[in-house]
RNA sequence: GCACUCGUAGCUCAAUUGGAUAGAGCACCUGACUACGGAUCAGGAGGUUUGGGGUUCGACUCCCUACGAGUGCACCA
């Protein structure tokens, strides 16, 4: 918490103390934000405490308020409406706040936890290019690592690839029967759209031959376990699981341009991984836990030998955990893999972002290890995120409806450019200086659009809203600070230094500024509580605000027109403030900020 | 059928976790100084918070109910 809302706690504390004996700690007193149609900028609720003080809430609060302004070095004013008391803070304490932010050149970065936090993020399959769902949860995971670090822990980003199963065999089989051994360089394509090519023609062969099996007087379930290429790619599973060497070099070898066109994009994107778990590794552990379970009884085993959880006490089912061949299932290899995480790390929280079609999945996968008693299963934590629904409706990989990363991010770029040159406030850029801007812009706008909504909350994406670069977006913001970067450029020209600043010269505030320190002392906390809720999109709603605040100062009191050199060179110090607080609150959201633009 | 999630301005989203007259952006209308960057700013219009009941000083928020939308309920992952 900041100084002056402790401070002004601290003397509500006091003064309901001498006032009506109530004992009730500063960290106890809950303030709000006035709000704007009152006078003030700080508002204590009396009606919690009528009960104690044995007045009305008026009367409480009148008394309260003459305590408090008895003090004149913060409050200097109050009013009452109903048993809302606004507190006015008198400039001096404004400046003293800010003085105190601008002194601190790691504002915002708050003290070591001494607590570690893994994130997994990312997690995708290697069968087909990513899309605009996976965007949503790698800007989700990146950005709340980035978060979680600002706030003091320790993170470890994690990626899970899913690198085996029987949707790779899909795209294997294609590729085999169709491919002429084509690779990335000679047909030109990135390797994970390559193989995408190959997924999608699996799906239309299996089509057609369902058909063609209907047709021939079959029913359309015998038709979907008889057709040759779905068996073909069983085949292969079992080829693959009994380690048969031309089907692994063939998985490993598409496997690798999958890889090569994910990091491409990863790179793209500016997002990275500290710890890369593959499937084809981990699918075999969990059998440990799971025999762990059986002797702890907390498993049964039925007549046929197929393990199984009842969680029905608990409101759910019965789960399978292992299959009558003794082979896994996906919620065994997520039990293995969980207990592998944490012999590796030891972390105190393990964050899965993964979307809220798996809601019951991880639920379970919670349960199970709070049953064994597992040190780590209260800190799993699903960070369940909501669909990214289109104009036209859901996104379906199958139907073709879903957005391509690459295409999107190549779009949005186009987009900055476009409306660069438009405004044409760029002369003196280098072609390589251009380009850079308008990835920067681009991709700061798709950052930004996905991640201000709240993570759970379902949520549309439209494309012509998302390359708007107007009102509460991205660009909006990245403006905002290369407006302010320009001022500073020409306060340095006319050699204006703001670390000669005497902040005892300044005695009064533009109430645009007052309003800005009251907004820029919240950063910390905002931090701290992106951090706890696991919620970047905090972050974005709070810059987004900050920066529009700035923008009415800017709008409304001009900087070198000032005639007094020390009210001139405090706007430089405080627009430095906000630069940096924007720049701040931006990197933890992945996005960059430039100079010019 | 059972379970979970959601329903806020024409559209996309907020609402300090139970607080005041529910706020922003887009779109629409009106306006902004020879100043520092107009990708900006100010103003207007737009709401029975899906309907109905309840809890209390006070409800978008909590409980019940109806309606509507989504997701999950595989010896798939």
């Known amino acids: 918490m900041n100084s002056l809302e402790l401070d002004i706690k601290k003397k509500i504390s006091q003064g309901l103390n001498t006032l009506f004996n109530i004992q009730l700690d500063e960290d106890k007193i809950s303030l709000q934000p006035t709000k704007p149609e009152f006078k003030g900028s700080f508002t204590f609720v009396t009606f919690s405490i009528t009960k104690l003080t044995n007045k009305s809430p008026e009367e409480t ?92 822990y320790e993170v470890i980003k994690a990626n899970l690839i899913n690198d085996r199963g029987i949707h790779i065999c899909k795209s294997m089989i294609a590729y085999s029967q169709y491919g002429n051994s084509e690779t990335p360089d000679t047909s030109g394509l990135k390797g994970d759209h390559l193989i995408g090519k190959y997924y999608v023609m699996f799906d239309k062969l299996y089509k057609a031959e369902i058909e063609q099996l209907i047709a021939a007087g079959n029913t359309k379930e015998e038709a979907e376990k008889k057709a040759p290429i779905m068996l073909q790619a069983q085949k292969l599973l079992v080829n693959w699981e009994n380690g048969d060497s031309e089907t692994i070099d063939l998985w490993k070898k598409m496997n690798q341009w999958v890889y090569d066109g994910f990091n491409s994009t990863y790179q793209k994107i500016g997002v990275d991984f500290d710890k890369f778990y593959y499937e084809s590794d981990t699918y075999l552990l969990g059998k440990n836990i799971v025999n762990e379970g059986l002797s702890a009884d907390v498993f049964f085993k039925k007549e046929d030998n197929s393990v199984w959880i009842d969680l029905s006490p608990e409101g759910l089912d019965q789960k399978l955990l292992l299959r009558s061949d003794g082979t896994s299932v996906y919620i065994t290899q997520d039990l293995g893999t969980a207990e592998l995480k944490y012999t590796e790390f030891g972390f105190e929280k393990s964050v899965y972002v993964v979307g809220n079609e798996q809601d019951y999945h991880f639920k379970v996968l919670k349960l199970i290890l709070e049953k064994m008693n597992k040190p780590y299963a209260s800190g799993i934590y699903h960070l369940s995120y909501g669909m990214v629904d289109l104009p036209s409706g859901k ?24 409306h660069t040159k438009e405004l044409g406030k760029i002369e003196g850029f280098s072609e390589t200086e251009a380009q850079a801007l308008y990835h920067k812009l681009g991709l700061g706008a798709l950052k930004y659009f996905l991640l201000k909504v709240d993570p759970k909350k379902r949520m549309l994406f439209n494309p012509q809203e998302s390359v708007e670069f107007q009102g509460n977006t991205g660009p ?67 810059v987004y605000d900050l920066a529009k605040q700035y923008n009415r100062f800017y709008n409304e009191v001009s900087i070198f027109n000032e005639s007094n050199p020390q009210l001139l060179t405090f706007r430089i110090a405080f627009s430095d403030s906000i630069a940096s607080a924007i720049k701040k609150s931006m990197k933890l959201l992945g996005i960059e900020v430039p100079e010019k633009m």
Not at 477 to 483: E, N, P, S
Not at 502 to 508: A, G
């Open 476 to 542: 909006f913001i990245q403006y905002t600070y290369a407006r302010i970067s320009s001022l500073l450029r020409k306060a340095k020209q006319l050699n204006i230094q703001s670390d000669n600043l005497d902040f005892n010269q300044i005695t009064s505030l533009e109430i645009t500024e007052r309003e800005t320190i009251n907004l820029l002392k919240d950063f910390p906390a905002k931090i701290e509580e992106a951090a706890n809720l696991f919620s970047p999109s905090l972050i974005a709603q709070y």
């Open 61 to 152: 609060g009148k008394l309260l308020g003459e305590y408090l302004v008895k003090d004149p070095s913060i409050c200097s004013a109050y009013n009452i409406v109903k048993g809302f008391l606004n507190l006015e803070i008198t400039d001096s304490a404004w400046i003293k706040t800010f003085q105190a932010i601008y002194l601190d050149k790691s504002f915002g970065k708050l003290t070591p936890k001494n607590k570690k936090i893994m994130v997994e993020y990312s997690s995708p399959n290697t069968n087909k290019p990513l899309h605009l769902g996976h965007l949503r949860n790698i800007f989700l995971g990146y950005s709340l690592s980035e978060i979680l670090k600002t706030a003091g």
């Open 395 to 418: 996104m379906k990989s199958r139907e073709g409806t879903v957005v391509d990363a690459d295409d999107l991010i190549q779009e949005m770029t186009e987009t900055a450019a476009m």
